[in-house]
């Protein structure tokens, strides 16, 4: 609700009591005069107490708190993430923020309604979270109702790196992520730098999926020398079997800065 004291006024030596002494007559300034029945000192007008009228907001009260209401919002939700195909998530803490106080919060996946108290949920599944889920708060101050989302999302992984062996083993790629050389990816659209110095192949190692009308650049120039070797039995780094991909130039390179691109 807004301010709902509108006017004040101070009243001072003007006060002068009528024949009864319960009601005084009030100078306001100006030769202007009011009665207040049984009060000295502050005169207070609220919102609530005027009249308005209109058949929609019958007070000035109701007028200003349409003509200033806030809609509810929600300002943050977290609690996504991204993760391995193959990790298994066993609870997941959900915080966030609202620009107003509301009259009721809940979420799905089974949640359901909440305290409107409260700014955080440990979400405890009965069994571990294996694939995409979406977890949507929706909150209302029974004019408006605003919602947000977040996810906690799977995805496989690209590797890159250099090398003197024709084909890597599963740790050798799994050697490229402790490095660094790893990142999460939906599709295989990637650039990278190496270094072949002293002779190495320069490798991308990426879900086979991803490879299917493949093309290389390389220094910026069609590259079409490439050789696919494909592991269906690669195990990540969370235990995940998938089908993936190595991908190398048919001859050792040398050069210190080789710039690769898949497309």
């Not at 007070?59 to 200033?68: F, Y």
């Not at 923020?97 to 509301?102: D, F, T, W």
């Not at 605003?146 to 999302?153: G, L, R, Y």
């Not at 590259?223 to 001859?251: C, E, H, L, W």
Request: glycine share 10%; proline share 4%; with cysteine.
């Amino acid at each position: 609700m807004i301010e709902k004291k509108l006017f004040q006024y101070k009243l001072f030596d003007n006060v002068i009591p009528d024949e009864s002494g319960d009601n005084y007559r009030i100078g306001m300034g100006g030769g202007a005069v009011s009665s207040v029945n049984g009060m000295v000192g502050d005169v207070i007008i609220t919102a609530q107490s005027i009249d308005y009228h209109n058949p929609d907001y019958p007070t000035i009260e109701a007028a200003l708190d349409k003509l200033l209401y806030v809609a509810p919002s929600i300002t943050s939700l977290t609690g996504g993430g991204t993760y391995e195909n193959g990790k298994e998530i066993a609870s997941v803490t959900l915080k966030w923020a609202i620009n107003k106080a509301v009259t009721s919060q809940s979420f799905n996946q089974g949640i359901g309604s909440l305290d409107v108290a409260l700014r955080q949920y440990v979400y405890t599944p009965t069994n571990p979270i294996k694939s995409n889920t979406t977890f949507t708060l929706t909150v209302g101050d029974g004019t408006k109702t605003a919602s947000k989302s977040t996810s906690v999302s799977f995805q496989n992984k690209i590797y890159w790196g250099v090398s003197p062996n024709p084909v890597l083993t599963n740790e050798e790629i799994l050697a490229f992520e402790k490095a660094g050389q790893a990142s999460f990816a939906t599709s295989r659209a990637i650039t990278k730098t190496f270094n072949c110095s002293g002779g190495n192949y320069f490798y991308f190692v990426m879900p086979t999926s991803f490879t299917s009308g493949m093309s290389m650049l390389v220094g910026g120039l069609a590259f079409s020398a490439y050789t696919k070797t494909t592991m269906a039995d690669f195990v990540n780094a969370s235990g995940k079997n998938v089908s993936y991909t190595q991908i190398r130039p048919n001859d050792i390179q040398n050069g210190s800065s080789i710039k690769v691109e898949i497309k």
